[in-house]
């Protein structure tokens, strides 16, 4: 691991950038090309030979993959001047969504990439989503124009259509498929070509817009600069009155309209050969913002939830930062990756966790480019980094100067959606395979771990099958230990579905002294989605407010158990209005009993329902296969919801329950000849259907 003094960029020559997209699309190369032309690598890795930089796990190498988002930092210059861009290359297979999310919580700006195939996929379409979340400014780029079906109208189009109509080209491509060679730029009104059949040749051609080209660009450049023209007066003044502009008006107005998050620029190429990724560069750096232009962030204070604190991303400021990863390193133990907010952080130095109350101690400071480590003696406000030593810490927590403390927007994650019973291949492994299983559950938040108290089974519970499979791998070859896993099962839930209120009330004499408590619980359904709110509305002492807490820790923990078949409780509101205490025998474990008695028994009086995950299916295929399809669905209780033709392809769009859906992606490639394209991402929980919860109830309550 080497040592640098981290040469320090002003905040505004930064660049902190996600690369996202639907798998296949483009990610890893692309970063490998940037990674190239930036003078990081000596050549350009190929997905196929397993020579990436970027997919760095022996899984990713052999499954084309890409897994865990992986960090770089690498320098460009635009008119003479050198930015830093800090890249994070993040996966593109739903399973593992979570590495998205937690990746553009951080990120100042990102580049969506698009398969000019097929334009707009369903995995775009929620990366978008979560890039529209954390108010993340993008560019576009229409990759593998130079491939047989590229197509990039049908592209353009599905993006204005799918994502926002705000998007505009500001390259055209010179050629069709195996003739792209070049692009128009629009700004420049320049022509830049090169060699297809060459590689490695730059876009060092720059020539006059062909002929046959010159309306084509006009149309759309009129297009670029009347978008343009609504995110600044100045510029739409100017426009009006039919003045000419130069290079430096159209990138400063168009980066403003960009940073505004409401306007999204396109490029087009094919970035396995690497000759557009310098244009990339540029739009990166003209037009997605640096640290300098998101002035401040905003916290709350985490002694006053509702005292809102603001931080300048400035080095002046008190020190603060978001841990947004954490990773473990054979060599080194654990790191966790942080976005710097303000102030400066050096190491040796002690953090406050302002998230958990605890202090941690900074070992080393190190830059990350993929696997490999540089060692700094610090970082400051706007940089991205890892650091080495905290034991406590985890996804999502804040860092702060203890004596200026602040909790920032924290990571939400979804729920996991598929339970698979797991035990080591020898006994003599139990203990190496819990130790194994909670660092991952440590790395991974939509990786859980618990002990199913009916069987004494360790479950794990992930996104999909996938998720599951390559967490069960890393625990062989990372930590040296084989596990046998039973077939997957679905992470059902329970809710109820009528308003109840209940007496709970503990009373126990066994000489000396006694316990008591007492009280009552109104149940009642919330909206789905709403999770579990609790509420205190003892009035005159009913109840002494101390033992409030143990009925709400009552509450909570018999959530864990629903009533039914034994699932976790979600949506419901229970709401303490009444109840009465002894002086000398009420205790807080008394009334943590006589709560989840008055929670369990309501529950069972107020209609319990189950709840299933539903998936959105989406399927790419032939039109000869659509019926077969369609039909397979329905027969899966799923509802059909969409059909659409995508160039030579059909579209299927579907609601279908996870529980039908097991070994689908298999049956797909069977049914299609290996030619149908499957997406299959969570959507939503839904109450299941009577029969089948009889059915569920039933050979739960067998075992």
């Known amino acids: 691991m080497g040592k640098s003094e981290n040469v320090k960029f002003e905040q505004n020559k930064i660049r902190n950038i ?3 997209a639907h798998i296949d699309a483009g990610k890893t190369t692309t970063t490998e090309s940037i990674l190239y032309f930036t003078g990081k690598i000596h050549r350009i890795g190929r997905i196929d030979d397993g020579a990436t930089q970027m997919d760095w796990m022996e899984q990713e190498r052999e499954r084309g993959i890409t897994i865990q988002s992986a960090a770089t930092t690498c320098f460009w210059k635009v008119d003479g001047v050198n930015h830093r861009i800090n890249i994070i290359d993040t996966p593109g297979h739903v399973d593992f969504t979570a590495e998205v999310e937690r990746s553009l919580r951080v990120l100042d700006g990102a580049l969506v990439i698009f398969d000019a195939r097929r334009g707009v996929e369903p995995q775009s379409e929620t990366v978008w989503r979560q890039a529209d979340k954390y108010h993340v400014p993008r560019v576009c780029f229409i990759n593998k124009l130079n491939l047989i079906g590229g197509d990039f109208n049908l592209s353009l189009e599905t993006i204005r259509d799918r994502l926002s109509p705000n998007a505009y080209p500001v390259h055209l491509p010179l050629g069709i498929e195996k003739d792209v060679h070049g692009i128009i730029d629009l700004v420049s009104m320049k022509a830049y070509t090169y060699d297809p059949n060459n590689a490695d040749s730059e876009l060092l051609n720059e020539e006059e817009i062909p002929a046959d080209m ?9 297009e670029l600069l009347e978008a343009i023209a609504d995110h600044d007066d100045a510029f739409m003044e100017k426009y009006l009155e039919g003045a000419e502009f130069t290079e430096e008006e ?12 409401k306007f999204f620029p396109i490029s087009t190429g094919d970035s396995r050969k690497g000759n557009i990724v310098p244009k990339i560069l540029d739009l990166v750096v003209r037009l ?13 204070d985490p002694k006053d939830p509702e005292k809102k604190i603001t931080r300048k991303l400035v080095e002046e400021e008190p020190f603060s930062g978001l841990v947004f990863k954490i990773a473990t390193d054979p060599h080194i133990g654990s790191l966790a990756y942080i976005r710097m907010y303000s102030g400066v952080l050096n190491s040796g130095s002690y953090v406050y966790n302002s998230a958990k109350d605890i202090k941690e101690r900074v070992g080393r400071v190190v830059l990350m480019h993929a696997n490999d480590r540089e060692e700094v003696e610090g970082i400051r406000a706007g940089d991205i980094a890892a650091l080495v030593g905290l034991k406590d ?9 203890e004596s200026h403390k602040i909790i920032l927007e924290s990571i939400e994650f979804p729920d996991p959606v598929v339970n698979v019973a797991i035990e080591p291949k020898t006994n003599a492994d139990q203990e190496k395979m819990s130790l194994a299983l909670n660092k991952l559950a440590q790395e991974d938040p939509t990786f859980k771990v618990f002990v199913d108290e009916e069987t004494g089974q360790t479950i794990i519970s992930g996104m999909g099958e996938l998720h599951i499979e390559i967490l069960v791998d890393r625990m062989k070859r990372e930590f040296g230990v084989e596990a046998a896993t039973g077939k997957p099962q679905v992470a059902y839930k329970e809710t109820i579905n009528d308003i109840v209120e209940w007496e709970g009330k503990y009373v126990h004499q066994s000489g000396g002294r006694g316990q008591y408590g007492h009280c009552w619980l109104k149940i009642e359904p919330l909206e789905p989605g709403k999770g579990f709110e ?3 509305e003892v009035r005159g002492g009913a109840i002494p407010k101390e033992y409030i807490p143990s009925i709400q820790k009552g509450v909570k923990e018999s959530l864990f158990n629903g009533v039914l078949a034994g699932y976790p409780v979600v949506d419901i509101k229970v709401t303490v209005y009444d109840g009465s205490y002894h002086d000398v025998d009420s205790s807080d474990q008394a009334f ?7 929670f369990r028994e309501g529950c069972k009086n107020a209609k319990p329902v189950l709840l299933e995950p539903i998936m959105s299916v989406e399927v790419v295929t032939p039109e000869e296969y659509v019926g077969d399809i369609t ?3 329905s027969g899966k209780r799923g509802r059909i919801e969409k059909t659409e033709i995508k160039g030579k392809l059909h579209l299927i769009g579907a609601k279908a329950p996870l529980s039908e859906l097991f070994g689908f992606t298999n049956q797909l490639r069977s049914m299609t000849s290996g030619r149908g394209v499957p997406n299959v991402e969570f959507s939503h929980y839904e109450k299941v259907p009577a029969n089948i919860t009889e059915e569920i109830v039933g050979s739960k309550n067998t075992k």
């Open 214 to 222: 010159k309306e084509t660009a006009d149309k759309y450049r009129k």
């Open 631 to 633: 039909g397979f669905l």
């Open 288 to 300: 997605l913002p640096s640290p300098a232009d998101i002035s401040e962030v905003v916290g709350m």
């Open 534 to 536: 609790f509420v205190d």
């Open 250 to 261: 159209i990138w400063k107005a168009m980066r403003k309209a960009v940073i505004s998050g």
């Open 18 to 20: 996600g690369i996202i």
């Open 393 to 401: 810490s985890t996804t999502g927590d804040t860092l702060c100067d």
């Open 592 to 598: 943590k009993i006589a709560a989840s008695q008055a």
